[in-house]
Structures are given as structure tokens and as C-alpha cells.
């Protein structure tokens, strides 16, 4: 299986403030990486696919970027809607693991 | 718009089988996607279950492929699982979603709300 391991687990940050959240594959995945944001008592909403494409809806200052086994989601200018959770998951092949997610806070 | 619904008990004693239905609508469960079932105990991380394509292939997870059957009937556009031998571990918020074809650029886009499964005699 291909383990997904985000880094930091928890960060405390600002309304405006730029973060970043990584998530290194076990192995090469090529781009097949996407990131979902959770909020408590929601299901998790997809925001990048492929690495770096940004799904539909999802305001611009999310991006998502690296290829290989190392990538990065940034959010620029954090509003207050996007403390949440955050996970990354690999669809390079079965089973699709998920990161252990990245709790972005007050 | 595409909307899925999970449905089921939401009590289920240890040792016995659950079993959940999702209902697709507003796109046709015969396509390219496959329909996925991921699961999240209280207060901890996601875990893919397994997925099933509309000729009925599947991929289980391995920590869970001796417990866990998915299945699909196209022409009522409903897919399930069901997972035996249960206990207090399993007890978790379960949803069903739409992924993308193995190695497709694309993410699971569409979710249903989740329904919340406990394990407890």
C-alpha cells in the first residue's frame, strides 16, 4: 500500500496569513494526488485533483502543487471559512489511502 | 446535480453484519466512475473501504477485504456494503462517494452526507 504522511498535523495561523501543508507519498505517485477540506459534522470537499487542479467552485487561493512523492497544498490570505481540516489521498492505485490529515486552526 | 444518499442502521451489535445502501441521482451509475465507500471513526482520519465499477469489479481495501462485500444494482442506480463480524472498531461515520477511474487526474467529487454506524450490544 502507499502510505501518505502530511506534515504539520496542526498549525495555528491568522485570518490572511499564506499556509502550507505537505504530503509525501511512500512511493512515486506521478500527480495522482488530490487535497479535501473537512469541516466538523461535513463530508470532506474536494479542492485540488491531480496535484494542482483546481476543482470546480473552489476559491483561487487554494493551490496545490509537486509531482513524484512530495506535494503541497497553499491556501493564500486564509479566510475564516477555511479553518478545517485537510487531507491529502493518492489515486495512483488500490487501496486510495488518505493522509492523516492536517488540522489548520485559530 | 449528483447527489448521493447513504442509508442503513445506525445501531449494530458486535459480531453481526452491516449493511448500507447508497442511492445515487442526477448522473447515471453506469459510467466511467467508480462508487466508493470511505469510513471516519469519531474524531479520527479517512479510510477508503473499497469501490466498485457499474460491471461490478471491485477493490477492497486489504486491512478490511476478508469483512468487507460491495455490491451494485445498476437499474435500481443503488450500491452497497456490507461488512461482517463487526466490532466496537468499526463503529464510524460511513460515506459513500464517486471516484475516478485508476490513474485518472480527477478526485472523488461528490459525497454523501455520511451516516453515522455504531457498534455496541
Known amino acids: 500500500d502507499i502510505q501518505l504522511t502530511q506534515s504539520p498535523s496542526s498549525l495555528s495561523a491568522s485570518v490572511g496569513d499564506r499556509v502550507s501543508i505537505t504530503c509525501r507519498a511512500s512511493?512515486?505517485?506521478?500527480?495522482?494526488l488530490n487535497w479535501y477540506q473537512q469541516k466538523p459534522g461535513k463530508a470532506p470537499k474536494l479542492l485540488i485533483f491531480g496535484a494542482f487542479g483546481l476543482q470546480s467552485g473552489v476559491p483561487s487561493r487554494f493551490s496545490g502543487s509537486g509531482s513524484g512523492t512530495d506535494f503541497t497544498l497553499t491556501i493564500n490570505s486564509l479566510q475564516p471559512e477555511d479553518f478545517a481540516t485537510y487531507y491529502c489521498?493518492?489515486?495512483?492505485?488500490?487501496?486510495?489511502?488518505f493522509g492523516q490529515g492536517s488540522t489548520v486552526e485559530i | 446535480q449528483v447527489q448521493l444518499q447513504e442509508s442503513g442502521p445506525g445501531l449494530v451489535k458486535p459480531s453481526e453484519t452491516l449493511s448500507l445502501t447508497c442511492a445515487v441521482s442526477?448522473?447515471?451509475?453506469?459510467?466511467?466512475?467508480?462508487w466508493t465507500w470511505v469510513r471516519q471513526p469519531p474524531g479520527k482520519g479517512l479510510e477508503w473501504i473499497g469501490e466498485i465499477y457499474h460491471s461490478g469489479n471491485t477493490n477492497y481495501n486489504p486491512s478490511l477485504k476478508s469483512r468487507v462485500t460491495i455490491s451494485i444494482d445498476t437499474s435500481k442506480s443503488q450500491f452497497f456494503l456490507k461488512l461482517s463480524s463487526l466490532t466496537a472498531a468499526d463503529t464510524a461515520i460511513y460515506y459513500c462517494?464517486?471516484?475516478?477511474?485508476?490513474?485518472?487526474?480527477?478526485?472523488?467529487?461528490?459525497w454523501g452526507q455520511g451516516t453515522l454506524v455504531t457498534v455496541s450490544s
Open positions: 512511493q512515486d505517485i506521478n500527480t495522482f
Open positions: 462517494a464517486r471516484g475516478p477511474p485508476p490513474r485518472a487526474a480527477a478526485g472523488f467529487d461528490y
Open positions: 489521498q493518492q489515486t495512483s492505485s488500490a487501496p486510495r489511502t
Open positions: 442526477g448522473a447515471p451509475i453506469i459510467s466511467s466512475d467508480w
